[in-house]
C-alpha cells in the first residue's frame, strides 16, 4: 500500500485540550488487556477480551446484509454484538472495537446499533465517529504505532499485520497520527 512517512511535529498551543471521558478511559481498558494477557505483540485478541470482560455481550458471527459490517442491539437482558461473518477476520476485529465503543459510550441512550461498512462514508454521526476512535485507539495505540515505525517497520502492510488490521484502517490511523503515507511505485 505505500511507506510510511515522517510524523510531523506537532504545535503546541497554550491551549489545553480534555479528551472525551470515552477516550481518556480507554487507554486503562488497553492497559488492562496487555498486563492480563490479551494482547500478543502489538495485537488485542479483542474477541476474547470482549468475551471474558463484558458478560453482558454475548458475540455472533453471522451472515448480515454486504454493506453492513455490525450490529449491537439489547435483547432479552443482554447486549448482543452481531459481526458479519462475510467480512474479511480483520474486519471483523475492527467492528468488534466499534461495537464494543457502542456499548462503552452510548448503551445508556440508544439499545440497537447498526453499522455499515466503515471507511466508505465522508457523513458519520457523532456516535459512529466516537465508535471509530475508540476502535482505532484500541486496536492501533498511538505508543504502539510510534515504536513500530521506530523500531523500523516502514510499511502500511508490515504494521497493519502486526495490530491485525485492514490497511485501510491502518492507512487512516497512521494519517490521523500524521504519519504521511507514500504511494508505491
Do not use: C
Not at 489545553?16 to 492480563?36: G, N, T
Not at 456516535?127 to 476512535?133: L, P, S
Request: charged share 35%.
Amino acid at each position: 500500500m505505500g511507506a510510511i512517512g515522517n510524523k510531523p511535529k506537532k504545535f503546541r498551543t497554550a491551549e489545553i485540550y480534555d479528551e472525551p471521558e470515552m477516550l481518556a478511559d480507554l487507554d486503562s481498558i488497553r492497559k488492562q488487556a496487555k498486563e492480563e494477557g490479551y494482547v500478543d505483540s502489538f495485537k488485542l485478541d479483542i474477541e476474547k477480551f470482549i468475551k471474558d470482560k463484558y458478560q453482558d455481550i454475548k458475540i455472533q458471527k453471522v451472515a448480515l446484509a454486504s454493506e453492513v459490517s455490525g450490529k449491537l442491539e439489547y435483547k432479552d437482558g443482554v447486549w448482543v454484538m452481531s459481526v458479519n461473518v462475510q467480512h474479511p477476520e480483520v474486519r471483523q476485529r475492527y467492528t468488534l472495537g466499534h461495537e464494543l465503543g457502542h456499548y462503552l459510550n452510548h448503551r445508556d441512550s440508544i439499545k440497537s446499533f447498526e453499522d455499515t461498512v466503515y471507511f466508505r462514508s465522508k457523513q458519520r454521526s457523532s456516535m459512529e465517529y466516537m465508535a471509530d476512535q475508540f476502535a482505532a485507539r484500541l486496536l492501533m495505540p498511538e505508543n504502539d504505532v510510534n515504536e513500530l515505525v521506530k523500531s523500523g517497520v516502514k510499511t502500511v502492510k508490515e504494521m497493519s499485520l502486526k495490530f491485525g488490521v485492514s490497511l485501510e484502517a491502518m492507512k487512516y490511523r497512521l494519517e490521523q497520527l500524521g504519519y504521511g503515507i507514500k504511494k508505491s511505485e
